[in-house]
């Protein structure tokens, strides 16, 4: 199985802030990487696919980069409601497997 | 308006069996995979598996976790995703979610999650 290896587990942050995540994958996965942001007791909401394509409705201060093995979530300034964990998961070979996950709060 | 309404789930004691139904509105059901991704108390996402559409065989992959316990079924006729479990065990309990899935992973559609809970 492909083993995601997401950092930092969390991290804490200002309004403002650019935060970058990073997921690295134990082999190849390609561009085969999405990414997702899930708030307390709701279903995770998909912001990236194809490792840089940003989900319809998604704004725009996010992005995603990579290839291979190596995979970053970037949040380019930092809004209240972006307060969440953040999760990746490679879907280029199954299973399917997903990262620990982000967790990023108030600073 | 897409939507995916989930139910099933339930108190189940270890051993015991249970299914779930995932029933979507708003697109069409039968043109896509559908996937089931588990949550345990506080923990993290877990993949369970994917059941691919008609044209594909309707055929599933599933997490080692679950293979040979769980099976995926759908009735597009009913647009509706199951997941049938089989001999379940404490580490079972999780709120699990059906998602549609689309450009390769689960995409912005979600059931609301139910609990189960083995115990």
């Known amino acids: 199985d492909i083993q995601m290896t997401q950092s930092p587990s969390s991290l804490s942050a200002s309004v403002g802030d650019r935060v970058t995540i990073t997921c690295r994958a134990s082999?190849?996965?390609?561009?085969?990487l999405a990414w997702y942001q899930q708030k307390p007791g709701k279903a995770p909401k998909r912001l990236i696919y194809s490792t840089s394509n940003l989900q319809s409705g998604v704004p725009s201060r996010f992005s995603g980069s990579g290839s291979g093995t190596e995979f970053t979530l970037t949040i380019s300034s930092l809004q209240p409601e972006d307060f969440a964990t953040y999760y990746c998961?490679?879907?280029?070979?199954?299973?399917?497997?997903f990262g620990q996950g982000t967790k990023v709060d108030i600073k | 308006e897409v939507q995916l309404v989930q139910s099933g789930g339930g108190l189940v004691q270890p051993g015991g069996s249970l299914r779930l139904s995932c029933v979507a509105s708003?697109?069409?059901?039968?043109?896509?995979?559908m996937d089931w991704v588990r949550q345990a108390p506080g923990k993290g996402l877990e993949w369970l598996g994917l059941i691919r559409k008609k044209r594909d065989g309707y055929t599933a992959e599933y997490a080692a976790s679950v293979k040979g316990r769980f099976i995926m079924s759908r009735d597009d006729s009913e647009n509706s995703l199951y997941l049938q479990m089989h001999s379940l065990k404490p580490e079972d309990t999780a709120v699990y979610y059906c998602?549609?899935?689309?450009?390769?992973?689960?995409?912005?559609?979600w059931g609301q999650g139910t609990l189960v809970t083995v115990s």
């Open positions: 998961l490679q879907h280029n070979s199954f299973p399917w497997t």
């Open positions: 082999q190849g996965i390609r561009s085969d």
């Open positions: 998602a549609r899935d689309s450009r390769g992973s689960p995409d912005d559609y």
């Open positions: 708003g697109y069409t059901f039968g043109d896509l995979y």
